[in-house]
C-alpha cells in the first residue's frame, strides 16, 4: 500500500487546499495520472499518481492539507480490472439500497413528537437574541435548521429589506468557499493597502506610431515568428528603458534596507480561472521583441491550461497590468508585493489632441503608476512615467535604433 504525501510547491509553501478530485474512491489509476488539483498561495497544480492500482482518499476536496501530509493510497498490488466486471458489481448496490427504504418508513411514523418542538420559523434562543438585537420578526426570516428552525447563523446572516418586500423576483443567494490562491491574494492586496505609502501618478499616450508600425510589420512578423506584434511588447521595452533610467522604481524594502536590482525581471498580469496571476519575464531587459511576444504567449497559455509552474510565478521586480483588454479607461493599480511598482495600462480611445497647433484625432490611451512612496520620490515616478510615455510615442528611435526591421528580425 503506497502512502501518497503532499509534494512541496515551492520554497516557504507549508499548506495546500485540495482543489478537487479528479478520481473517486476505488477507482483504478495509472502512474502518472492527473488524480487531483491542488491550490498554493501562489498557483494551482496537479497532483499525479506516483504508481498504478487501487485508490483510497484520505482527504476532501476543500482539505487545507501541509506539505508532506498523507492525502490517499493507492494498493499496488491491485489487478486493473477489466471492463466487463463493472456491471456485475452495480447489481448488489441497487438491492442495498431498497432496504433502508423499507425501514425508513415507521421511523416516520414514531418521530412526530421531536418535531413538534422544532415548528418551522421558530428561532433557537442564541439566534432570538440575535434577532431581538437587530429588530427582526422572526417570521422575515427562513431557517436553515431542523423543520426548518431558525439557526444563530441564520439569524447573523439576515439582512432586512429596505421598504416593502417584495411580492415576486428571484431572491436566492449562494456562498462558495474562496480557494486558497484567491485568500492568499486578497490579503496581499489588503496587506500593500495597509503597509506602504502607495500613490499613483496618471499620464496619457498617443498610440500612433505604435498604431503605424504594427499596421506596417504585423504581417510580416507574424507570418516569420508565428506570434502576433502586440502591445505588450512595446510597454514592456518601454518599461525596461525606464527602469535603466530611474533605477529606485526597480527595487524594494527589505527591513531598513532599500534592495535594487541590476536587472528587469517584469511580471505581467493575466487573468486565468483560478483568478489574477502574475509569471514573471526574466530578464527582460535582454529579450527582443520577439522574445517578448512569445514569452508572454507562453505564459498565458500554462496560466489559461493552469500549467503555470510556481517557480514562473516567483520573484519580479516590477509589474505591468492591463486592464484595458477588459475595457477599463481608467484605474489605480495595486502594487505588487514586495515590489514598489507597478504600471497600467488601459483602453485605446480616440481623441481630440492638439498637435503643431492643430487639433487631430488620435488614439490614446492612460497609464497610471503606482509606486510605494517609502522608496520612489515624486521626481522618480514622474520621470519614470514621462520616460515609458516618450519611448512609446517615438518607439522607433528610442526602442529600436531607428531600425524597426532589424528590432523586429525581418
Known amino acids: 500500500m503506497l502512502e501518497m504525501k503532499v509534494p512541496s510547491p515551492g520554497e516557504s509553501i507549508t499548506e495546500v487546499e485540495i482543489a478537487t478530485w479528479l478520481v473517486k474512491d476505488g477507482d483504478y489509476v495509472e502512474k502518472d495520472q492527473a488524480i487531483a488539483e491542488v491550490d498554493s498561495d501562489k498557483a494551482t497544480l496537479e497532483l499525479p499518481a506516483e504508481e498504478s492500482g487501487i485508490i483510497t482518499l484520505k482527504a476532501e476536496e476543500g482539505d487545507v492539507v501541509e506539505v508532506g501530509q498523507v492525502v490517499c493510497l493507492i494498493d499496488t498490488s491491485a489487478a486493473k480490472p477489466e471492463g466487463g466486471s463493472a456491471p456485475a458489481a452495480e447489481a448488489p448496490k441497487a438491492e442495498v439500497k431498497e432496504e433502508p427504504k423499507k425501514e425508513e418508513a415507521p421511523k416516520a411514523a414514531t418521530a412526530p413528537a421531536p418535531t413538534a418542538t422544532y415548528a418551522t420559523g421558530t428561532p433557537s434562543p442564541a439566534a432570538k437574541k440575535v434577532l431581538d438585537e437587530k429588530g427582526v420578526d422572526a417570521s422575515q426570516v427562513v431557517g436553515s435548521g431542523r423543520d426548518g428552525r431558525i439557526t444563530q447563523e441564520d439569524a447573523v446572516r439576515f439582512t432586512p429589506a429596505m421598504g416593502t418586500a417584495p411580492v415576486s423576483g428571484n431572491r436566492a443567494q449562494s456562498e462558495k468557499k474562496m480557494s486558497v490562491l484567491r485568500r492568499k491574494i486578497a490579503q496581499r492586496l489588503v496587506s500593500v493597502k495597509n503597509e506602504t505609502a502607495m500613490l499613483t501618478t496618471f499620464n496619457e499616450v498617443d498610440m500612433s506610431a505604435i498604431f503605424a508600425l504594427r499596421n506596417e510589420y504585423k504581417d510580416a512578423f507574424k507570418a516569420k515568428h508565428g506570434v502576433g506584434l502586440g502591445f505588450m511588447s512595446f510597454f514592456t521595452k518601454a518599461v525596461t528603458r525606464a527602469l535603466e533610467l530611474y533605477p529606485d522604481v526597480n527595487s524594494m524594502i527589505d527591513g531598513d534596507y532599500q534592495v535594487k536590482f541590476d536587472f528587469q525581471d517584469i ?41 503555470i509552474s510556481v517557480d514562473e510565478m516567483t520573484g519580479g521586480t516590477f509589474t505591468i ?78 526602442l529600436m535604433d531607428g531600425d524597426a526591421k532589424r528590432a523586429l528580425e525581418l
Open 321 to 398: 497590468t492591463n486592464g484595458g483588454v477588459f475595457g477599463s479607461m481608467m484605474s489605480t493599480p495595486i502594487i505588487n508585493p514586495p515590489q514598489s511598482g507597478i504600471l497600467g495600462m488601459h483602453n485605446i480611445v480616440e481623441r481630440p489632441v492638439v498637435k503643431n497647433g492643430q487639433i487631430v484625432i488620435a488614439p490614446m490611451m492612460y497609464v497610471a503608476l503606482s509606486y510605494d512612496h517609502r522608496v520612489i520620490d515624486g521626481r522618480e515616478s514622474v520621470g519614470f512615467l514621462v520616460a515609458v510615455k516618450e519611448a512609446v510615442e517615438d518607439p522607433l528611435n528610442l
Open 267 to 307: 511580471s505581467v498580469a493575466v487573468s486565468g480561472p483560478k483568478g489574477l496571476m502574475v509569471p514573471v519575464l526574466r530578464n527582460a531587459e535582454n529579450l527582443s521583441f520577439r522574445g517578448v511576444e512569445q514569452s508572454i504567449k507562453d505564459l498565458a497559455i500554462k496560466v489559461r491550461d493552469g500549467k
